[in-house]
């Protein structure tokens, strides 16, 4: 059985096209397996800027989009811990008018550590598995701070050592899988030229369902709301406005006999227009091999 929470979250580390929108939901084993790679094809494309509540379309004119290639590996340490890495190659293309600009790279690197809190020894009709995790992500790539190309094409990271807490939870009933994880995350303060940088508090959550059908038990569809958010940053004595955005994504995945699975996946972050600000909105599309590698 294909769990829920892996191959849903694929597309959802990277759906924007830059990094404000990136979310800190991490890459788990979820199932019995003792390891899990998996690598991701993704293509996004920015459609809107939203700031100070109002919503802008990009014209023809103001094309940008991100070709990823995300590599993500996981291993059980213990019966119920793990360590994953997340490592995304990425391209990034912008347009204004009859100018092009492109830049390649790496991306900000990410290791996770998890513990499974509530192990699922036995069936219980109310009690989920549950997992805590903490993640660390490396300033790697760019940022908008460190860009040095023009209109800063090859910002691809956030430029700040960061750390996320959370907690995810998933129960299974019959053909359904439910998912909530909440977390949160800040970074290190750094020096931008001869100026401060300190982040703020920022955190992301995920609600979901998948659903299996009988007479096709192999094929799992998923759909899930996510909300995230990044505290302002601040400089010097001036605080910059949080990026807050929404994120829906739907997905289906199918299982191989040979311990393989492939995923499709859609993440749109204009669906809940009202609840961005101050970030570029996107839609992302995402197929995904995944190998899982039994106990």
Same mark, same amino acid.
């Given at each position: 059985?294909?769990?829920?929470?892996?191959?849903?979250?694929?597309?959802?580390?990277?759906?924007?096209?830059?990094?404000?929108?990136?979310?800190?939901?991490?890459?788990?084993?979820?199932?019995?397996?003792?390891?899990?790679?998996?690598?991701?094809?993704?293509?996004?494309?920015?459609?809107?800027?939203?700031?100070?509540?109002?919503?802008? /379309?990009?014209? $023809?004119?103001? *094309?940008?989009?991100?070709? &990823?290639?995300?590599?993500?590996?996981?291993? %059980?340490? !213990?019966? @119920?811990?793990?360590?994953?890495?997340?490592?995304?190659?990425?391209?990034?293309?912008?347009?204004?008018?009859?100018?092009?600009?492109?830049?390649?790279?790496?991306?900000?690197?990410?290791?996770?550590?998890?513990?499974?809190?509530?192990?699922?020894?036995?069936?219980?009709?109310?009690?989920? /598995?549950?997992? $805590?995790?903490? *993640?660390?992500?490396?300033? &790697?790539?760019?940022?908008?701070?460190?860009? %040095?190309? !023009?209109? @800063?094409?090859?910002?691809?990271?956030?430029?700040?050592?960061?750390?996320?807490?959370?907690?995810?939870?998933?129960?299974?009933?019959?053909?359904?899988?439910?998912?909530?994880?909440?977390?949160?995350?800040?970074?290190?303060?750094?020096?931008?030229?001869?100026?401060?940088?300190?982040?703020?508090?920022?955190? $992301?959550?995920?609600?979901?369902?998948?659903?299996?059908?009988?007479?096709?038990?192999?094929?799992?569809?998923?759909?899930?709301?996510?909300?995230?958010?990044?505290?302002?940053?601040?400089?010097?004595?001036?605080?910059?406005?949080?990026?807050?955005?929404?994120?829906?994504?739907?997905?289906?995945?199918?299982?191989?006999?040979?311990?393989?699975?492939?995923?499709?996946?859609?993440?749109?972050?204009?669906?809940?227009?009202?609840?961005?600000?101050?970030?570029?909105?996107?839609?992302?599309?995402?197929?995904?091999?995944?190998?899982?590698?039994?106990?």
């Amino acid at each position: 059985m294909i769990k829920f929470l892996p191959f849903l979250l694929l597309s959802k580390a990277f759906a924007a096209p830059c990094c404000s929108g990136a979310s800190q939901i991490p890459f788990l084993i979820t199932t019995d397996d003792q390891a899990m790679l998996s690598t991701s094809f993704i293509q996004g494309s920015v459609l809107a800027d939203a700031f100070h509540g109002l919503v802008r /379309k990009r014209t $023809s004119k103001q *094309q940008e989009s991100l070709q &990823t290639v995300l590599l993500q590996g996981a291993i %059980k340490t !213990t019966d @119920r811990s793990q360590v994953a890495l997340q490592l995304p190659l990425t391209s990034r293309q912008r347009s204004l008018d009859s100018k092009a600009y492109s830049a390649q790279g790496l991306g900000d690197l990410r290791f996770i550590g998890a513990y499974e809190i509530l192990p699922e020894w036995a069936y219980s009709v109310w009690k989920p /598995k549950g997992f $805590s995790f903490i *993640q660390l992500t490396m300033p &790697t790539a760019p940022s908008i701070y460190d860009a %040095k190309k !023009t209109m @800063r094409i090859d910002a691809r990271g956030k430029g700040f050592w960061g750390f996320s807490l959370g907690t995810a939870f998933l129960k299974t009933v019959a053909s359904f899988d439910f998912v909530f994880l909440m977390e949160l995350h800040s970074a290190l303060p750094r020096m931008y030229k001869t100026r401060r940088l300190e982040p703020g508090l920022g955190y $992301s959550g995920l609600i979901g369902a998948g659903y299996s059908p009988r007479f096709l038990p192999r094929l799992r569809l998923g759909i899930a709301a996510a909300p995230s958010s990044d505290g302002g940053v601040r400089l010097d004595s001036v605080t910059m406005l949080p990026k807050k955005v929404w994120t829906l994504t739907v997905a289906a995945a199918y299982a191989l006999p040979s311990d393989l699975s492939i995923i499709l996946s859609f993440a749109d972050q204009t669906f809940f227009p009202n609840g961005a600000q101050n970030v570029e909105l996107s839609r992302t599309l995402a197929l995904t091999i995944q190998n899982r590698f039994p106990l």
